[in-house]
């Protein structure tokens, strides 16, 4: 079967660094996606990786590593505005996206 | 950057009744748009796939007579809930793939059947 495993919930301080991982198992790959969820609101669209290695922007990092099923997200300088819930998708060989639960995010002062 | 827009961000219906939900690449073609339905405290389950001028690809257990969708053009893909029941209040959301097969997600839309 597919399956996408992310930690359920994390908790950092303002003004610190976190890393959300996530390991997938998919027939097929076409890409990895990280989004964004605020609560009530639809997710947006972060970061995608197809090639191995780190991709960054601002404060947000995604790393990938196909070889391992694995990815990061790296958020540096958190700030309160990202308590959300960081989503990882794959995208299979059918280019259908195949979600994670979602990591909740909680930003402590 | 690439804009999907998704509209009524919020409708109530009664029961009974339907209701359409519009999704739209502003700026980009998308041969492919994905409905979506977002559960409490669950990832977002994948309704249907929408192909430009096909029929859309329903997952399994969802019932292609009530969720009717319809891709009319390369900008413009609907979802139709008809004979709305409450068990279908949710959050719907849509999302466009452009020619990179990146993807973009529409606002979302929050039904409430009365």
């Known amino acids: 079967g597919q399956n996408i495993d992310q930690p359920t919930e994390m908790t950092a301080t303002e003004g610190a660094i976190v890393q959300i991982n996530c390991t997938y198992q998919t027939s097929g790959f076409n890409g990895l996606f990280w989004y964004q969820q605020h609560a009530g609101e639809a997710p947006t669209f972060l970061s995608y990786?197809?090639l191995d290695g780190l991709e960054e922007k601002g404060r947000f990092s995604s790393f990938l590593s196909r070889s391992k099923g694995y990815s990061y997200l790296l958020l540096k300088e958190l700030q309160m505005k990202d308590s959300a819930s960081y989503l990882c998708a794959v995208m299979d060989s059918n280019y259908q996206l195949i979600w994670g639960a979602g990591t909740k995010l909680i930003i402590k002062p | 950057g690439a804009v999907v827009s998704q509209h009524p961000s919020r409708v109530i219906c009664k029961s009974g009744t339907s209701v359409k939900i519009e999704c739209r690449s502003l700026?980009?073609?998308?041969?492919?748009m994905f409905w979506y339905r977002q559960f409490p405290k669950k990832s977002l389950m994948l309704m249907a796939t929408s192909n430009e001028g096909s029929k859309a690809t329903y997952e399994q257990g969802v019932e292609k007579d009530k969720f009717l969708i319809n891709h009319a053009s390369l900008t413009l893909s609907t979802l139709t809930v008809t004979s709305a029941h409450p068990e279908d209040s949710s959050f719907y959301i849509c999302?466009?793939?452009?020619?990179?097969?990146?993807?973009?997600f529409g606002e979302g839309s929050w039904l409430t059947v009365v």
């Open positions: 700026d980009f073609q998308a041969t492919t």
């Open positions: 999302s466009a793939r452009d020619r990179k097969n990146t993807i973009y």
């Open positions: 990786n197809v």
